[in-house]
């Protein structure tokens, strides 16, 4: 695991840019490409999940421009990718090559894939297409197929500052479903969040029929007196999966 200092900053072309629609993440394309505390943190948290990746179909659903979904294919996976932005698919093309693209959902192969990993997406979208992602997931995954959805981890609400995001002092509880918008310190640029807490989630699993298997915190570290796990990862299979 790669140490970062509390408040290194990988660049600022960003600032001043708000993405506030699921769709505006191409807006922060390259700074997506040039994250580097995240990649530390979640890539190389996530990746070890997923054990021997030789021959294994995998589909990053929302793989951005592909960072992720590129050094799982240098791993021997193959790998497919699907997300809702043509600037984030023409990317992640020229990494994975325009063959493992996928340009809507419809076209993703229902029952195909040994992994599909969700990264930072649900957390950004509304209540209702975290429902449709969390069903197309289900549908995708082969049988014994595991999948890895992860995101900010909703505990740090409250938390002013971490390693990666500068955060308002909160107007909702815990509890409450909320948005609020937040900076990302790698890039400057800000988001909104959707905030949910995770007992919500772990319901929209169950309703889609997904088994929670367990569930993963990135490495903890210690910021201005509070302990900090940045990311959230829940490791998920069907429900008609045997033990
Ligand atoms: C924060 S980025 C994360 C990218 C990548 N997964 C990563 O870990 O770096 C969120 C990505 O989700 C995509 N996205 C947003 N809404 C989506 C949806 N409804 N379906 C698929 N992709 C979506 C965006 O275009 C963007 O590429």
């Known amino acids: 695991m790669k140490q970062m200092q509390p408040n290194q900053q990988s660049g600022n072309r960003g600032k001043q840019t708000l993405v506030s629609a699921e769709t505006a993440w191409n807006k922060v394309l390259e700074e997506l490409k040039s994250e580097k505390i995240k990649l530390a943190f979640y890539d190389d948290t996530v990746i070890p999940l997923l054990g021997d990746l030789k021959n294994k179909k995998v589909l990053d659903y929302g793989g951005g421009p592909g960072v992720l979904a590129s050094a799982l294919q240098k791993l021997g996976a193959d790998v497919k990718e699907y997300d809702i932005s043509e600037d984030m698919r023409n990317q992640a093309a020229k990494k994975l090559g325009a063959e493992n693209i996928y340009h809507t959902v419809e076209e993703i192969p229902k029952g195909e894939f040994d992994f599909v990993i969700c ?19 289900k549908s995708v995954l082969n049988e014994q197929g595991l999948a890895f959805i992860g995101f900010c981890n909703p505990k740090l609400f409250d938390v002013p500052e971490t390693n990666l995001d500068l955060r308002p002092t909160p107007k909702h509880e815990y509890e409450q479903n909320h948005s609020y918008m937040k900076t990302k310190k790698e890039g400057g640029y800000k988001i909104i969040e959707n905030h949910r807490p995770i007992s919500w989630y772990e319901k929209v699993y169950s309703d889609a029929a997904l088994v929670h298997v367990d569930t993963i915190f990135t490495p903890e570290y210690e910021l201005n007196g509070r302990k900090i796990e940045d990311f959230i990862i829940f490791k998920l299979k069907k429900g008609d999966q045997s033990e």
């Open 119 to 137: 990264n930072l997406v649900l957390c950004i979208v509304s209540e209702d297409e975290v429902r449709r992602i969390v069903e197309n997931i």
